[in-house]
């Protein structure tokens, strides 16, 4: 079974740039999690989806982050437009309904903003 | 707001020898706690949870310790192989948002 992926696995672009991070999940899985870890920082939770319906944003930065999942598929992160402190690695991890907690990350996007 | 603190930042231990690898956490209404491991280039893999009902979890080789008296979580890896060498972290959970640590890098001397 294939595990989350994401892409680009690594993306360097100049301040006021537009950015977009895909993220597929495990197929089934309905919840979708964005998290972005700044370097030397925990790991910090963006938003939830369940399937396409934003559960909870509460994480996220500002206006500049704009995080869809047409369909309850994959998802994007659009930045727009990157700032500096916007560089980090952004994850995204899926799980399935009845284990919200044993969720499965992909290999991250380091994002980085010059 | 919550925070989650690792006692120790890096961690080196002799390989077949048990790894204790620690967490505190501030939030005393968190039900859930997990623990992550994060080898180079890739992702957070999920190891173990543990309800905030329970004080103790195993699985394999590993035992999640749970102490809500003095909110603390802790990783312990029995007969520790190179392969467990990666960044530990511990998350909790309260409401629908998870909340991680800064991880411990665990190395494992051959």
């Known amino acids: 079974e294939a595990g989350v992926t994401q892409f680009p696995s690594h993306s360097v672009i100049e301040k006021g740039q537009t950015v977009t991070l895909r993220c597929d999940p495990i197929?089934?899985?309905?919840?979708l999690y964005w998290y972005r870890r700044v370097m030397g920082k925990e790991i910090k939770f963006l938003l939830h989806f369940v399937k396409e319906s934003k559960q909870d944003e509460s994480g996220m930065p500002n206006n500049r982050f704009l995080a869809e999942r047409t369909g309850g598929t994959y998802s994007t992160l659009k930045v727009q437009p990157a700032e500096l402190e916007d560089s980090g690695v952004y994850f995204c991890a899926s799980s399935q309904v009845g284990s919200p907690y044993e969720q499965y990350f992909g290999p991250g996007t380091r994002l980085t903003v010059t | 707001g919550e925070s989650v603190g690792l006692h120790l930042p890096t961690l080196s231990v002799q390989e077949g020898d048990n790894s204790i690898i620690n967490c505190a956490y501030s939030?005393?209404?968190?039900?859930?706690f997990i623990w992550y491991k994060q080898e180079s280039g890739k992702g957070p893999q999920f190891i173990i949870d543990?309800?905030?009902?329970?004080d103790k979890r195993q699985g394999q080789r590993v035992t999640v310790l749970l102490n809500k008296t003095v909110k603390h979580l802790s990783l312990q890896i029995a007969a520790t192989q190179p392969g467990d060498s990666a960044v530990y972290f511990c998350a909790e959970s309260y409401g629908n948002q998870f909340y991680f640590g800064t991880g411990t890098s665990l190395t494992v001397i051959p």
């Open positions: 939030n005393s209404a968190s039900d859930y």
């Open positions: 543990i309800r905030s009902n329970m």
């Open positions: 197929s089934g899985h309905d919840n």
